[in-house]
């Protein structure tokens, strides 16, 4: 039995997941531009963008607040906001929906910090299961040298400091997405995750989406998806709203 | 009052909580908005304090991470009731981790004006899952005692328009219009709650109070009932799972080798 209810909207629900460093905002940023340039309507959604939670979200990170449940529920709350508001009345209108991270960085994130993983399933249960779920395999030391390389400083919670697992920042990012990562790869089955070798070139990574999109919806994005004909393309404006 | 451990959840353990630890007494008033629940918990916080009790007295909302939150998302016209149920939950979690357990810890009495039962009523009036919501909210503690205010809605109605002289937009549940105009929808969404906690009352078992008497009746009923919290206390909820009996006849099995 399926966790997450099917999409029964016009639109389409594609989204990525990864650990930090394995390249996936990267993927799903090139993703999106290349269906819109295709003339579909597409708009994005990230992970904790929420602006009714974003000042909670804030005072709890500043403050060293959460707990490992107050944390998960933040996430949903913010996660709910995202889907009731914008998600869920774009796909009602026919857009294509990427998401950078959906529930199941919630499902990995929030039980490796010791939350039940019985308990974060049922809490996403309100979320549409996306039409595809594109997840980017990368060994652990990969992903880490590309942030260390990359950022200056790594946060507390991403760290997962909160848990106490080390008390040097980098031991304790490796400690926590070792653990992030373990749980990726258990769920992969359960919820059909397209899996991306990460360690490709970008170039190559990305032909891969774009041809299991193609293989996968095809033939239902013909129908029912709001999409330009090609002539009116340069009459409107592209931009797309960012949430 | 002889306070004894250990109270227990639902069927969702919290990490780092660990319920022998908790020696002091939870107990709970609820009941629909504008049935008088806020002067019953300062009467009984008197009251305690005077008999000697330390009294912790929380309610929602009035968490340090999410009360401010919620407070500015119910100034704007955007709360979605997915949303605002988990961010409620999201309140509740900090204030039961934060204020609730380490009171327990410390043998206080702790009151609260509402508990889960308050969100999974207002989530099931707007139509959410029954299942989905006492999942999410099964994180709770299972108090002492549930004290259920009960009115129907003409009574509240009268509360409303003596006391206060206007009808809130929430408790109201304007954000989903049940009428086309306050009044209308207060009554529609009212009913919908009292039904939602009646059917509760069972399944929790809640001690219904006759909310529609004058306050000081009501509360010598609250006194009355608390005085003997001692003996009456709520064990073997059917709410709760197998793994809480296990683990519970397991304690029971070591007190009564020790």
């Known amino acids: 039995m399926p966790l997450l209810a099917a999409n029964r909207f016009k639109g389409k629900l594609i989204v990525v997941e990864g650990i930090d460093g394995s390249g996936k905002s990267t993927q799903i940023s090139l993703l999106s531009h290349w269906l819109r340039s295709q003339g579909f309507a597409v708009a994005f959604s990230e992970w904790n963008s929420s602006p009714l939670v974003r000042e909670t979200t804030r005072r709890g990170k500043k403050k060293a607040m959460f707990t490992p449940t107050t944390f998960s529920l933040i996430h949903a709350t913010d996660f709910a906001d995202r889907t009731e508001r914008y998600i869920v009345p774009l796909m009602k209108a026919g857009a294509i929906v990427c998401a950078d991270r959906y529930a199941f960085t919630a499902y990995a994130r929030d039980v490796a910090r010791g939350v039940s993983r019985r308990w974060v399933r049922n809490l996403y249960r309100f979320a549409t299961r996306p039409n595809l779920s594109f997840y980017f395999r990368v060994p652990?030391?990969?992903a880490i040298g590309r942030i260390l390389g990359g950022r200056d400083a790594i946060k507390y919670y991403e760290a997962g400091m909160d848990m106490q697992l080390s008390r040097d920042v980098e031991e304790s990012f490796r400690i926590f997405q070792g653990r992030i990562l373990d749980e990726y790869e258990a769920m992969a089955e359960e919820v059909g995750f397209h899996i991306v070798d990460a360690t490709l070139s970008i170039e190559k990574q990305q032909r891969q989406m774009r041809e299991i999109v193609i293989r996968e919806l095809g033939d239902s994005l013909k129908n029912g998806v709001l999409r330009m004909e090609p002539g009116e393309m340069h009459a409107i404006e592209?931009?797309?709203?960012v949430l | 009052m002889q306070l004894k451990p250990p109270l227990q959840f639902y069927n969702e353990f919290l990490p780092g909580i660990?319920?022998?630890?908790?020696?002091?007494?939870?107990?709970?008033i609820e009941g629909p908005d504008a049935v008088g629940r806020s002067t019953q918990v300062a009467k009984l916080r008197q009251w305690l304090e005077q008999e000697g009790h330390a009294v912790l007295d929380t309610g929602m909302a009035r968490g340090a991470l999410a009360g401010k939150g919620i407070k500015q998302a119910k100034e704007g016209n955007t709360l979605g009731p997915i949303t605002m149920t988990l961010y409620y939950t999201t309140d509740f979690a900090d204030r039961l981790e934060n204020q609730i357990v380490p009171a327990l810890r410390a043998g206080f009495v702790v009151l609260t004006d509402r508990y889960i039962f308050s969100i999974m009523a207002r989530a099931i009036a707007r139509g959410e899952d029954r299942r989905w919501i006492e999942q999410v909210t099964g994180f709770g503690l299972v108090p002492h005692a549930v004290y259920y205010l009960r009115a129907d809605v003409r009574h509240l109605v009268s509360r409303?328009?003596?006391?206060?002289?206007?009808?809130?937009?929430?408790?109201?549940?304007?954000?989903?219009r049940f009428g086309d105009n306050m009044f209308d929808s207060f009554v529609k969404?009212?009913?919908?709650?009292i039904r939602a906690l009646d059917v509760m009352a069972k399944k929790y078992a809640f001690i219904t109070v006759d909310a529609t008497r004058p306050s000081d009746a009501i509360f010598r009923d609250l006194q009355e009932h608390i005085s003997n919290l001692e003996i009456k206390r709520i064990r073997n909820t059917p709410w709760i799972n197998a793994t809480v009996r296990a683990r519970e006849s397991n304690g029971a099995k070591r007190r009564a080798k020790s």
């Open chain 2, 189 to 193: 969404y009212q009913t919908k709650l």
């Open chain 2, 160 to 176: 409303v328009v003596l006391g206060r002289g206007a009808f809130d937009f929430w408790e109201s549940g304007m954000d989903i």
């Open chain 1, 238 to 241: 592209t931009a797309s709203a």
């Open chain 2, 18 to 28: 660990n319920c022998e630890e908790l020696h002091g007494k939870l107990i709970v």
């Open chain 1, 140 to 142: 652990l030391d990969v």
